[in-house]
Nanobody, 121 residues
Framework: QVQLVESGGGLVQAGGSLRLSCTAS????????MGWFRQAPGKEREFVSA????????YYTDSVKGRFTISRENAKNTVYLQMNSLKPEDTAVYYC??????????????WGQGTQVTVSS
């Protein structure tokens, strides 16, 4: 069984930064794509960013381009989301996901439990 554990969420003022981490266990990490999604209260879960196995291809939703950076450290089975210049509208529960295909859709095989990010104005 695959397990994904997110960490790094918290409360930050607008303009601040956070770095989320997601560590996978229970399956080979190789040849997998990983994604970050978020869900704000009363809204659907939405795509934030994704990265392929080698880290050479990354996707971002338009609202975070230039502010968020996704990266991965395969030796540690970990993917990161560096979030800078945070805005109140970034407030959500952030989920990581792992799957065979790099995609902006929710078609990932396994999901983490989520970590709360709250940005105060």
């Amino acid at each position: 069984q695959v397990q994904l554990v997110e960490s790094g969420g918290g409360l930050v003022q607008a303009g601040g930064s956070l770095r989320l981490s997601c560590t996978a266990s229970g399956r080979p990490f190789s040849n997998t794509a990983m994604g970050w999604f978020r869900q704000a209260p009363g809204k659907e879960r939405e795509f934030v960013s994704a990265i392929n196995w080698s880290g050479t291809i990354t996707y971002y939703t338009d609202s975070v381009k230039g502010r968020f950076t996704i990266s991965r450290e395969n030796a540690k089975n970990t993917v990161y989301l560096q979030m800078n210049s945070l805005k109140p509208e970034d407030t959500a529960v952030y989920y990581c996901a792992i799957g065979a295909q790099l995609t902006r859709s929710k078609e990932y095989d396994y999901w983490g439990q989520g970590t709360q990010v709250t940005v105060s104005s």
